[in-house]
């Protein structure tokens, strides 16, 4: 038996958490595909007269394309380099001879780093990115965002990293790999569930972060969705067409990268996140 | 030879963790040392003119707006992680079977803390906003008129809680089921054989073995949920009134609006202390408390 | 036979890796040259400035029309950014802070000016050698003045000579919109408005008044007209507030006195809002910004076409708008200062500002376009600014000021939010809120030093 409840009540939860889930999306959704004029005129659950027009209205006026590449551009970079600097970190700690009191350290770091609001990282960030003219550039953001993601992929691929036997390492070893040629060849590919739940949440962290990117971007050169979608709510006008359709072209390559590996979210979490 | 290999080695897991560890510490050293130094310092008009000593802390402390928004970050943050433990333990425990097209199930429900906060603030804005949005038109089906949710201090402080619930509920609720499915199995079913009830097998062994997974959950969502910001800046900017004014819309207020920048740092290393104190406690409490493994 | 399971997986599993890390690699590279390419560029100087600005209807001429004729007639190149208030003020307040120069120009609100010109984020329009035309309206143009040239003075300050830091290109102010159909004359009181809404508004609509409720600045707009005409201050010239008087509290009645007559989601609106009810043709009158009037004869976004007019705003014992205005600075890092000047002079003068008032009607700042016969006719509420222009209000000249409004309009919200849910007690709930406001701003003026 297993710790759970069976059922018609099961069902019943599971489709109320469903639409509580999805009615967000759905509204906002219907919201985008109409008119200003239709939106103002009174409760519809589906547009009467669908239009695509807030939709060109982002790309044609509202430079989402620009917002767009800046973001897929960032993220990738950001997460691939961050698991170069993080790995290699992560599977040192789990080497080492006092592993256990420097992994809990390390623990204790990144949980302390995670701490850190925001506003007080974006005035020094600002600052240096100055000085380097690095201030709205996409390599400024991913310099910043490669800082902040590695200690979150140290934590998260250490404690994966940690479930590797030994046996198979030692075995290679005695095989005349060395250290880091058994790390690329026999540990990683073990890792690689890992590696993606780590990669994964990297890239929702990433494409999501607003305040960072706000601070240091000015033009759509640099800026990325989160701050292209606030840029819609105006302080005198509030274009509600387009900023429907804002949030679902802001949500719209997450949530697909998210349907596509979600299976890899809970087999990363329940074989090492949950330590 | 393998020992001559160990002991070359043993410069390098140092060497491997040096990259990280600069840059971790660039990251969080740095702005923090840069964050202390601007709390003791006066700014006026933006700049830094003169050595403020704790003045900054005095004015701070002294501000009932600073203080009415730590009340209100406390009261915003015990009621989420509430609501969302509660909740995605329950969910957890529905979908922790092995139902048909389970991973179906799964996807509706963790869409929400996929999505960007900003665009999560966009969503809702759309859903309470007194004339376009249908809260108000669901709440007079229940026979509630009158009353906007943005509109007065309880229903939208209510109402960005009911936010927060949506998005992150899926987080606490992946968690916990990766706790549940890693469970040993053969006390649940020695339970069960001894006669046990649903309940008691829930409250008996099932929640004790989940205690260090439901500790992890809560901590991580409490440690972001203070800091929550986008959706409220997107949302109500911390209106009406100041009923959402969670301490980091105040903090952003005082450094970018008001160019209170010393102040604005001596806010945060007051933040963090408070929480360092609080995580402090809670570990304390969770080794000292019964039952531990 | 361990080996060769791992060595299956190794070739497939690194080559992909190798591939991946190879591609970050190489494609790095453009992206490191594009960096360093971005900043060449934005410190060439000569030929170029760049202007940014928050998005806003007022400026769309400004961006579709002026910026290129200014380029076309001078061979100057200009560079247009713009991005949402809240990020705007952001963005330039930390470039002009660090002196970053990726601007030239800086479009600003007004209440900006007293903070950007203390804390150096803009430079003295004086010094660069700026050329003021005499046709401007002065109380358009004093807005730019630090120290202010009228109002109370900070201590620091009281002694120096103002100095140009800004130059106004939109003379943004206060008007009142009445739709025809429910006025048969004028209306110039709040009197007038009140007989109007009592005989003629209705519970589900027409509305009889419209009004920003959102605390902080939004509010603050509504009430400014109100607290003026009634001949209250926000602050006196010794800094003392002067809304907690009988005037502000009696102006503030009055609001609350229009209540049941407003949406009564109110509390929540901002000029989005607000506006939408009286386009959609529910609304008898409110006071707004002159952005609006662009938008009443604009049969996509209003219903009531040709039946608005404008006027000054109500009157109680006098009329005393708001006066706003767009306003320019020149960044103190600025790569091309003289070009940023050239710009400036050339925009506000006036043959171009008399193009500009004829471009849809745009709240032009010089004396000319605004009585100009021709456009007039054509744009029947520039007479109605000109007047507001002349007897506007200014807001207090501080850097400090954002903070005031922000205390101020968050007690205004409370009031409201609590006078909407009571229906009744409005005196006391105005005078308990005003007052408190009026303590929180004078503790922190003297917590900021420099005032009292």
């Known amino acids: 038996m297993r710790a759970g409840l069976r059922g018609v009540p ?120 100055a000085n380097f003219q690095l201030l709205n550039t996409r390599i400024g953001l991913i310099l910043l965002y490669t800082g902040l993601n590695t200690g979150f992929v140290i934590w998260l691929m250490q404690s994966f990293l940690a479930e590797i036997p030994r046996d198979i390492e030692e075995a290679a070893l005695v095989d005349g790999d060395t250290r880091l040629t058994a790390l690329w060849r026999i540990v990683l590919p073990l890792a690689a569930p890992g590696l993606a739940a780590t990669s994964i949440f990297s890239v929702i962290n990433i494409y999501n972060d607003f305040l960072i990117a706000l601070t240091m971007t000015s033009t759509p050169e640099a800026q990325t969705i989160p701050v292209g979608v606030s840029t819609l709510i105006g302080k005198i006008q509030i274009q509600w067409g387009p900023m429907a359709a804002a949030g679902v072209v802001g949500a719209l390559p997450i949530v697909v990268f998210a349907l596509l590996v979600q299976r890899h979210f809970v087999r990363g979490l329940t074989l090492g996140a949950v330590k | 030879m393998v020992r001559g290999r160990r002991a070359s080695f043993a410069a390098g897991p140092y060497v491997l963790l040096l990259p990280a560890a600069v840059a971790l510490a660039a990251v969080s050293i740095y702005p923090l040392a840069y964050g202390v130094v601007a709390s003791v310092r006066h700014y006026r008009y933006g700049l830094d003119v003169a050595y403020a000593g704790i003045t900054n802390y005095v004015q701070v402390l002294q501000d009932d707006t600073f203080i009415t928004a730590l009340e209100t970050t406390a009261k915003y943050v015990a009621l989420c992680v509430v609501i969302e433990t509660l909740l995605g333990l329950g969910l957890a425990m529905l979908v922790n079977r092995q139902l048909r097209g389970a991973s179906l199930w799964r996807i509706g429900i963790i869409l929400p803390m996929t999505v960007a906060p900003v665009v999560v603030g966009v969503m809702w804005r759309l859903i309470y906003a007194s004339d376009i949005g249908i809260a108000d038109p669901v709440m007079g089906l229940f026979g509630i008129h009158d009353v906007h949710v943005l509109g007065s201090d309880t229903t939208a402080f209510l109402g960005v809680v009911l936010l927060d619930v949506w998005e992150w509920t899926p987080l606490m609720f992946l968690i916990l089921l990766a706790g549940l499915q890693t469970l040993p199995q053969e006390p649940l079913e020695a339970a069960v054989i001894d006669g046990a009830s649903a309940i008691r097998v829930f409250f008996d062994h099932v929640l004790p073995m989940l205690r260090p997974v439901l500790f992890v959950a809560i901590v991580l969502r409490t440690i972001d949920a203070i800091g929550t910001f986008d959706q409220i800046y997107v949302l109500t900017r911390g209106g009406p009134g100041v009923s959402t004014q969670l301490f980091s819309i105040y903090a952003y207020n005082t450094a970018f609006l008001f160019t209170q920048y010393g102040q604005a740092m001596a806010m945060v290393v007051i933040l963090l202390a408070i929480v360092l104190v609080l995580a402090a406690i809670a570990i304390r409490l969770v080794r000292l408390g019964p039952g531990t493994r | 036979m361990t080996d060769s399971i791992f060595s299956r997986r190794y070739s497939r599993r690194s080559m992909l890796r190798a591939g991946l890390f190879g591609a970050a690699g190489l494609a790095a590279v453009p992206a490191v040259l594009e960096a360093c390419a971005s900043s060449s560029t934005s410190n060439s100087g000569g030929g170029k400035i760049v202007i940014g600005t928050f998005q806003d209807n007022a400026m769309v001429p400004f961006r579709d029309v002026f910026v290129k004729r200014f380029t076309s007639e001078t061979g100057i190149q200009v560079q247009y950014n713009e991005t949402n208030y809240d990020a705007w003020y952001q963005n330039s307040k930390n470039d002009g802070l660090h002196k970053t120069g990726a601007y030239d120009i800086y479009v600003m609100d007004d209440n900006w000016v007293p903070e950007f010109a203390a804390g150096k984020v803009i430079q003295s329009l004086d010094k660069l050698g700026f050329h003021v035309n005499s046709d401007i309206l002065p109380n358009g143009l004093n807005q730019g003045y630090w120290p202010p040239k009228t109002g109370a003075k900070m201590k620091d300050f009281a002694s120096a000579t103002p100095e140009l830091y800004a130059i106004v290109i939109i003379d943004d102010v206060e008007i009142l919109y009445y739709n025809k159909d429910y006025f048969p004359n004028a209306p110039k009181t709040w009197d007038d408005i009140a007989s109007a809404a009592a005989a003629k508004a209705k519970a589900g609509g027409p509305y009889g008044w419209s009004a920003r409720g959102v605390k902080g600045n939004p509010i603050v707009q509504t009430y400014l007209p109100l607290l003026n005409s009634y001949g209250g201050n926000f602050v006196n010239d010794d800094w003392s507030p002067g809304f907690a008087s009988a005037a502000g509290v009696g102006a503030l009645e009055r609001l609350f006195s229009f209540i049941p007559y407003m949406p009564t989601g109110v509390a929540e609106f901002d000029t989005d809002q607000e506006v939408q009810v009286f386009l959609q043709g529910n609304c008898l009158a409110l006071t707004e910004y002159t952005g609006l009037s662009h938008q009443v004869d604009d049969a996509t976004a209003s219903k009531v076409v040709g039946k608005i007019n404008m006027a000054a705003t109500p009157s109680q014992e006098k009329s005393g708008p708001a006066i706003g205005t767009f306003i320019c600075g020149v960044a103190s890092g600025a790569p091309n200062p003289q070009g940023a000047k050239q710009f400036l002079e050339w925009f506000t003068s006036s043959k171009v500002q008399t193009d500009f008032a004829n471009t849809n009607g745009s709240a032009a700042v010089t004396k000319s376009a605004l009585s100009d016969p021709n456009i007039t006719s054509k744009y029947r509420w520039l007479p109605a600014i000109a007047d507001a222009v002349n007897n506007s209000v200014a807001k207090p000249h501080t850097p400090d000021e954002p903070k005031m409004e922000d205390i101020l309009g968050t007690r205004l919200n409370e009031a409201l939010v609590q006078a909407l849910q009571q229906k009744s007690g409005y005196h006391s709930i105005a005078q308990s809120k005003l007052t408190q406001a009026a303590n929180e701003i004078t503790a922190y003026l003297k917590q900021q030093g420099g005032y009292i």
């Open chain 1, 10 to 129: 099961v069902y019943a939860g599971l489709v109320a958490a469903e639409v509580f889930a999805l009615f967000p999306f759905w509204w906002m959704i219907t919201t985008s595909l109409k008119h200003q004029v239709e939106i103002f005129s009174g409760l519809e659950l589906l547009p009467t007269a669908p239009t695509l027009d807030n939709f060109f209205a982002l790309f044609e006026t509202y430079n989402f394309g620009p917002f767009l590449f800046n973001s897929v551009t960032v993220v990738v970079f950001s997460v691939l380099l961050s698991l170069l600097l993080g790995t290699p970190a992560a599977y040192a700690l789990t080497k080492l001879p006092t592993e256990g009191w420097l992994q809990k350290q390390a623990l204790i770091v990144v949980l302390l780093v995670r701490m850190l609001p925001a506003i007080l990282l974006v005035i020094p960030f600002y600052i240096v990115l």
